[in-house]
């Protein structure tokens, strides 16, 4: 098996851009990742590093609890953040990506959350979480145009106004050839803890107008979030990232999607490439109704999140591989369930499909969780290592 951590890595994030915009056919396959569990990082942190594992940390906002009743003093957790960063980053680069996602500011704003269901994994989870927040299926925070004003809408724009700083310690420690890809979301924000999954669906007809406020809200933030974020020299993408649907189909109908997220989803590629940026998308869930909403009018560059029960990447490659770039797809059940052998033929099945004319880079179908066996990551890593 290739050997990770490599000994000489050589991220090269421009090359990847040529290849993902489909001018320059690729001399190897790149690697990407929109996350990558903390269990799977520590793991593979003390036992193929060698090293000792530093845990992320909320650095203001609400609390790592989920309570906005006591706010994080940025000072006191500085230090352990830029700890954990510095390691990230070089988990990443050592790993053979040639980019990292940042996730401090959603990561801080979601800890606002107060609704979020907690559970426990499974016992059959490689490394089981004692507590794990889940998507508020019923109401979130705000039920009310009262919790609409509660909302610590200031407190969450401080977030937007401390980020550049952030971004520019990251960038401090880039090693060259790698670039940050800045993730943000407005629609999975909404629907997930918000206003809930309940809040949001009934209020398509009972109150659409706190819907669509809301939605003006939290856009604006995102907004906000990328027009900093776009201009700084570290900053190599923006990558957004909301589910869109399930199996069959859109979470909200492609009318309320078009009236309501798709003209915020048009303004962050609009800031994006104002700034020779290019924006990608992760959306888990059947995309079929909204492809064209993608390509021809909002112009996302990239296309992340595959699952073979309704979106296999190598169809996505034949159908529209040509107009937009594909990212990730080896399917998570596979990813967690296959034997080595089967695994290794899978991988390379979707690569000699995806690679031919570029457009495509190397990953899970949606992000290495913690109950996919660290094995198995490594044998997808290892089939796009030998393969060119």
């Known amino acids: 098996m290739f050997s990770f951590p490599l000994q000489k890595p050589k991220p090269d ?53 989920g309570s906005s009743e006591s706010r994080v003093d940025f000072e006191e957790t500085k230090k352990a953040s830029e700890r954990y960063y510095r390691q ?10 040639s980019f990292v996602a940042d996730y401090e500011f959603l990561v801080n704003f979601q800890s606002f959350n107060i609704v979020s269901k907690i559970g426990r994994d499974p016992d059959t989870s490689a490394f089981p979480r004692t507590e794990r927040h889940w998507a508020q299926e019923g109401k979130g925070v705000i039920q009310s145009w009262e919790d609409f004003e509660k909302f610590p809408w200031k407190r969450v724009q401080e977030l937007v106004e401390r980020y550049g700083d952030h971004i520019r310690f990251l960038s401090r420690n880039l ?37 669509e406020t809301t939605f003006e809200k939290v856009g604006q933030l995102v907004y906000d979030l ?18 869109i649907g399930y199996n069959m189909a859109t979470l909200l109908s492609p009318t309320h999607l078009r009236k ?27 995309k079929n109704e909204v492809m064209e909403d993608f390509i021809k009018d909002i112009k996302f560059d990239a296309l992340h999140s595959f699952e073979d029960s309704s979106n296999p990447v190598t169809e996505y490659k034949k159908k529209y591989g040509h107009r937009i770039a594909l990212m990730g797809g080896v399917d998570m059940d596979k ?26 880079a190397l ?12 094995h198995n990551y490594m044998v997808m890593m290892d089939e796009g290592a030998r393969y060119m």
């Not at 903390?38 to 003390?46: D, F, L, T």
């Not at 990230?88 to 990506?97: A, W």
């Not at 800045?182 to 109150?207: P, R, T």
Request: proline share 5%; net charge negative; aromatic share 16%.
């Open 13 to 65: 994030f421009d090359t990847l851009l040529q290849v993902l915009s489909g001018k320059r056919e690729p001399d190897k396959v790149f690697f990407c990742e929109m996350l990558i569990d903390e269990e799977i990082k520590k793991y593979i942190i003390e036992n193929y590093f060698h090293e000792q594992n530093y845990s992320p940390t909320v650095t203001f906002g609400g609390s790592s609890e």
């Open 88 to 97: 990230l980053i070089q988990f990443y680069y050592r790993m053979g990506y």
């Open 175 to 211: 090693p060259d050839g790698m670039k940050l890809a800045v993730v943000g979301s407005i629609l999975e924000q909404v629907m997930e803890w918000i206003l809930g999954y309940e809040g949001v669906l009934y209020n398509v007809y009972d109150d659409p107008l706190l819907i």
């Open 226 to 243: 990328y027009t900093v974020a776009a201009p700084m020299e570290g900053v190599g993408v923006i990558w957004h990232g909301d589910d």
């Open 260 to 286: 309501w997220v798709f003209p915020w989803f048009k303004k962050y590629a609009e800031i994006a490439h104002s700034h020779n940026k290019p924006i990608w998308y992760h959306a888990c869930g059947n």
């Open 335 to 360: 990813l967690t369930r296959l034997a080595e052998d089967e695994l290794r033929r899978y991988v390379r099945t979707i690569l000699d499909t995806c690679m031919p004319g570029g457009r495509y």
């Open 363 to 374: 990953g899970s179908g949606n992000s290495v969780c913690s109950y996919v066996p660290v």
